[in-house]
């Protein structure tokens, strides 16, 4: 069963700094793409990033460029998020996800607020 | 302002048939393939449709999707009331180098 369980999340002061961070499970996590995925309360999603199988290739959105890093550990199937000079209009819930994206995590709450 | 574009909000009456329609642009639906997602209340989205009209192992068949152009559609037939819940188009946008979604559309079970 493919599991993404992500952690790190909670209450920053705008400008702080947060990683996110997403063990999966159930596959073999080297062979998939994988993202981040944001829903800000009340709000529609937003895709954040992605990175390739063996991190040869990143993307982000315009919002975070230069803010966030996405980055990846296969020999330990986990995918983080670095998260720098937060906003408070970075506050929502992440979601790690898979691929297309398929598959989803229960997302963590980050709060971005003095 | 989402890049793709969809109504905010849908209903219909148990069993009845409801569509939602998702529209884009040439660099996003017109060259891409088009995924749905179904996300219920206070959890995380579920993967519905993938590939414009593909359904995932697990998925109903009172669910399909198509595509024409740059414009997608999401249709539900025999609608119940779990059918309640908010959804999402998504398709890569070759210009953005990014994934796009639509803004949402709520849909309520009558």
């Known amino acids: 069963e493919v599991q993404l369980v992500e952690s790190g999340g909670g209450l920053v002061q705008p400008g702080g700094s947060l990683r996110l961070s997403c063990a999966a499970s159930g596959f073999t996590f080297s062979n998939y793409w994988m993202s981040w995925v944001r829903q800000a309360p009340g709000k529609g999603l937003e895709w954040v990033a992605n990175?390739?199988?063996?991190?040869?290739?990143?993307y982000y959105v315009d919002s975070v460029k230069g803010r966030f890093t996405i980055s990846r550990d296969n020999a330990k199937n986990s995918l983080y998020l670095q998260m720098n000079s937060l906003r408070a209009e970075d506050t929502a819930v992440y979601y790690c996800?898979?691929?297309?994206?398929?598959?989803w995590g229960q997302g963590t709450l980050v709060t971005v607020s003095s | 302002q989402s890049v793709l574009t969809q109504p905010p909000s849908a209903s219909g009456t148990p069993g009845q048939r409801v569509t939602i329609s998702c529209s884009g642009s040439s660099s996003n639906i017109g060259s891409n393939t088009v995924n749905w997602y179904q996300q219920l209340p206070g959890t995380a989205p579920k993967f519905l449709i993938y590939?414009?009209?593909q359904r995932p192992s697990g998925v109903p068949d009172r669910f399909s999707g198509s595509k024409s152009g740059t414009s997608a559609s999401l249709a539900i037939s025999g609608l119940q009331s779990e059918d309640e819940a908010d959804y999402y188009c998504a398709a890569w946008d070759g210009s953005l180098n990014g994934l796009v979604f639509g803004g949402g559309t709520k849909l309520t079970v009558l």
């Open positions: 590939s414009n009209d």
């Open positions: 996800a898979r691929d297309s994206p398929d598959y």
């Open positions: 990175i390739k199988q063996d991190g040869s290739e990143i």
